[in-house]
């Protein structure tokens, strides 16, 4: 018992330095060491995945509780010893329409809010701008065809070169650039192998098919970067392929992309690859 009473109180505190540090640490657009929880939306679609998530987390906890106590019932009242002759009853009717009818309430109750979920993910509103991005092995290029259609690629900052501030495995050389408060496009597809546009405070993940267009959005709400990484095993380098994002304002972005207009683009305005014609 007192092992036990022990191990309770280790648990319990290891429990509340997680979750102080958590909160001490909780940063927008990146995971923190020992994160155990979502990472802070930066889109009202993430905001809809997290509260989805935590009342999906509230159903499956009364679910499970609900089934522990009866198990219990069972072990303390039911076992051999406590109950010889067991009851030979197979069948009690109103107890079977119950346990039919009520976990399909449940999944009633669970479907609208994911479907409309669904929808609000899936169904692109009016864009302010379009952003492609075509997952290579192992690095990203992105293209502004609204924005004088130049392209650049997207690599990895080695951990040698990292500077203060930037997340190793995660922070790259040319970041993807939006305005805050715009509804980005983003067209997604693969060049040689399937890789997967992930990043997690703006609640978009899609795969980036060779051959195919994909397509999802977001529109953040705050200034800064966001990380995310390739989520589809793409190879030897499929971890060293991240994803950053800065969000800036309006006037930044149009600076930036007047700057990386005179960088990256082509002098005759001719298309950077056959991507970016078919996402015309
Ligand atoms: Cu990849």
């Known amino acids: 018992m007192k092992v036990l009473s022990r191990l309770i109180a280790l648990a319990a505190t290891a429990g509340a330095l997680l979750f102080g540090a958590g909160a001490a640490l909780a940063a927008l657009g990146h ?65 079977e329409i119950i346990w039919t009818i009520v976990p399909v309430i449940i999944l009633a109750v669970i479907a609208v809010p994911s479907f409309r979920l669904l929808f609000v993910e899936l169904d692109v509103p009016h864009p302010d701008l379009t952003v492609k991005a075509t997952g290579k092995q192992w690095f990203w290029s992105y293209s502004y065809p609204d ?27 040319n970041e993807m650039v939006v305005p805050v408060n715009k509804v980005v496009h983003v067209l ?10 992930t990043v997690p405070s703006f609640g978009i993940r899609i795969d980036a ?41 309006e006037a930044d972005f149009a600076t930036w992309a007047a700057q990386a207009k005179q960088k990256y683009g082509s002098e005759d305005g001719a ?9 015309r």
């Open 209 to 249: 098919v060779p051959g195919r267009l994909n397509e999802t959005w977001f529109k953040a709400t705050s200034e800064g970067m966001f990380y995310g990484q390739c989520s589809e095993l793409c190879g030897r380098d499929h971890s060293f392929m991240p994803i950053s994002v800065r969000v800036v304002s």
């Open 188 to 197: 997604v597809t693969g060049a040689d192998v399937v890789h997967s546009f």
């Open 31 to 95: 995971p923190i060491p020992w994160q155990m929880d979502l990472q802070d939306a930066a889109t009202p679609v993430m905001d809809d995945i997290a509260s989805f998530h935590y009342f999906l987390l509230w159903i499956i906890a009364a679910i499970s509780t609900f089934v522990l106590f009866l198990l219990l019932i069972i072990i303390v009242r039911f076992n051999a010893r406590s109950n010889p002759t067991p009851s030979r009853t197979t069948h009690n009717t109103p107890i």
């Open 147 to 173: 924005n004088g259609n130049f392209e650049f690629d997207s690599l990895m900052v080695a951990d040698k070169d990292l500077k203060p501030g930037q997340p190793r495995l995660l922070a790259v050389d």
């Open 271 to 279: 298309q950077p690859n056959s991507f970016a014609a078919a996402a």
